[in-house]
């Protein structure tokens, strides 16, 4: 008996299809001779009995192939389990990557927002096993070599987890060679490669994403075989549920790491050369077309994209509270989770009033003033860009020529005025000095300046130039109003506009984000608002304002656009990654631990 018998999922329709072939083929064929005397009926029942004798035979050998596919795949998925699950729970103590997916899963158990460059089911997943195990999140995961042991930290059930993902790749690794027509011997050696495979090996039994990645791929692959198989019976049942399954596996693919985008390629390529050849055959009616065009776009488009969401939104609803993802999130994202809500607050913005001026670029930091200098340049007070709501975020506007208020009057567009840091009774300054860090020609240093009985000077004068404003609001455009006005200062001496970047201070500077004076400047870069307010003079029945809370749709672009952002930064290999060049040379001999030496491969 041949070994490489192509298998098929459908069986018994196979057999009803050829039962009907054959009928049909028998009443075209089998004419009775014109002859009366001629009998018929010998030879009806000779044909009809080979042809079920050669049918039955054919189901028998199916039947029996099948029978030792399934034998195979135990006896592979039993040995995966040895290879992968033997002495797991060594070490016991964070190892590697451990330390950002197990601190994730800490962190869905405390319900704090945090943000992550890859998509969440993976880590949803090892945060459900972790929390069906007991853990209650109380440890933090944030140091390689941090004992598992003495906090009784349920490592060994997540790490189970990821392993048990790894051994389902074997046996799936071997009947996607079977279902592609290969015969026993080539599924059998493929799922011994994946096995056997020592960066999967090592890889599988940690708490990281690519053990649930690496699942989800490889049955992906073989749901996309599956309907592959059954292209030459299209819309029926099984046709759109292979289709349909392979919709569904490239939505939680991507679900788990944007490298998954890979995979929806490989399927995509595919499904175009199908959907080509379809076209090209002139026998298929146009309607026909269609539908396949259809089918395809709903299962293998529609299918991922919602799959894909739905992963976001169970991660949003899991992560309600405010937590240390804020910081890069829009002021309305952060304002929909509990525990960041900002009060309302007026929107005229008047002289006198105490504002908090916010950044529009580099995800929205405050400026800020403490009472440190810098170390060179000027030597004077240090203004900064700081993430965090804090009493040195607070300036107060006043006109140019005073700093004394006798009523309202609000501040219009092109109006100059001085801000001052009522901290420290400094003004805003710049001057022709170069900042500290970026060093060049258009740049001016920022600074706060001023001393008690000093009344400033033309350096501490800005001219408010608003740019952009909220079109529900029209007054907006003419004066500055909290949250709705967008607008530059310029310095009326240097011609140059209040600026920051993603540029980091030293230690002397707390590592907080650089504010300089850019002649020339990108708009985004030199725009700003006012989030906050106060101002005594108001009346308490004043208009006030406050951030719109987003929708799902809103919160789910946003996240991806910063998960998007946040990956093109990290360009820098991992400090214990190993490449192909030294590999060959790691002696054991060498090596100064007991621990056992794991080498990851990328």
């Known amino acids: 008996m041949k070994d490489h018998t192509p298998l098929s999922i459908h069986d018994e329709d196979t057999s009803r299809t050829t039962a009907r072939s054959t009928d049909m083929f028998r009443q075209r ?9 001629y009998d018929d009926m010998d030879i009806s029942l000779d044909y009809d009995s080979k042809t079920f004798k050669a049918r039955h035979d054919r189901v028998l050998k199916e039947k029996m192939v099948r029978k030792k596919d399934w034998r195979i795949t135990i006896a592979l998925t039993l040995w995966a389990c040895y290879i992968r699950l033997w002495k797991i729970a060594q070490p016991s103590s964070v190892v590697f990557d451990e330390v950002h997916f197990g601190g994730f899963a800490s962190k869905y158990i405390k319900t704090r927002f945090f943000m992550d460059v890859h998509p969440p089911l993976a ?21 390689i070599g941090k004992d598992y042991i003495e906090p009784g930290v349920p490592y060994i059930p997540m790490r189970v987890f990821c392993a048990l993902n790894g051994v389902l790749t074997v046996p799936i ?42 699942s989800f791929t490889a049955a992906t692959t073989l749901t996309w075989i599956n309907f592959h198989n059954q292209q030459h019976r299209p819309f029926q049942f099984w046709w759109y549920f292979w289709l349909a399954l392979t919709g569904l596996g490239l939505g939680l693919t991507v679900s788990c790491k944007w490298v998954g985008l890979f995979t929806i390629a490989t399927v995509g390529v595919s499904t175009i050369k199908n959907l080509w050849e379809i076209w090209g055959n002139t ?91 810098y170390p060179s340049g000027s030597k004077q007070q240090q203004v900064t860009l700081y993430p965090h709501r804090d009493n040195n975020n607070w300036f107060k506007i006043y006109k140019k020529e005073t ?52 009344d400033g000077d033309a350096n501490d004068y800005w001219r408010v130039e608003i740019v952009d404003y909220d079109k529900h609001d029209p007054e907006s455009k003419d004066r ?4 709705h006005s967008k607008f530059r200062l310029v310095h009326v001496l240097r011609n140059c506009a209040l600026f920051s970047h993603s540029v980091k201070l ?92 794991i080498t990851f491969l990328y």
């Open 29 to 37: 064929h089998l004419k009775k001779p014109f002859d009366e005397d």
């Open 123 to 143: 880590k949803m997943l090892i945060a459900l096993v972790a929390k069906l195990s007991g853990f209650d999140g109380s440890f933090d995961f944030k140091d």
């Open 173 to 214: 690794a071997y009947w996607t060679l079977r279902s592609s027509g290969h015969s026993v011997a080539a599924g059998v050696v493929a799922a011994l490669m994946v096995c056997y495979e020592n960066g999967l090996i090592t890889n599988n039994r940690h708490i990281l994403l690519d053990p649930v990645l690496l």
């Open 283 to 373: 026998r298929i009616p146009l309607p026909i077309f269609a539908r396949h065009f259809a089918a395809r776009s709903l299962c293998l488009i529609v299918i991922p994209i919602v799959t894909y969401m739905i992963m976001f939104r169970i991660h949003f609803h899991t992560l309600p509270n405010s937590g240390e993802g804020n910081g890069f999130m829009s002021p309305e994202f952060q304002q929909s989770l509990a525990g960041h809500k900002l009060a309302d607050t007026p929107i005229d913005i008047a002289y006198g009033s105490k504002v908090y001026i916010r950044h529009m670029a580099t995800r929205g930091g405050y400026l800020h003033s403490h009472p440190h200098n």
């Open 403 to 454: 700093e004394e208020v006798t009523g309202i009057e609000y501040v219009k567009h092109g109006d100059v005025v001085r801000i001052v840091h009522p901290e420290s009774n400094k003004r805003l300054h710049s001057h022709n000095h170069r900042p500290p860090v970026t060093d060049l020609e258009y740049h001016n240093e920022v600074s706060a300046y001023g001393f008690p009985g000093f």
């Open 480 to 483: 500055l109003r909290t949250l």
């Open 506 to 597: 030293p230690e002397w500077g707390w590592g907080q984000q650089e504010v300089t004076c850019i002649n020339n400047g990108k708009l985004p870069k030199t725009m700003w608002y006012i989030e906050s307010t106060e101002n005594e003079l108001l009346p308490p029945d004043a208009e006030k304002v406050n951030y719109r809370k987003p929708g799902f749709i809103s919160k789910f672009l946003e996240l991806n656009k910063v998960m998007w952002d946040v990956n093109k930064g990290l360009t820098a290999s991992h400090p214990y990654d190993s490449r192909p060049e030294v590999r060959n040379i790691l002696l054991p001999w060498k090596l100064k631990t007991k621990q056992p030496y």
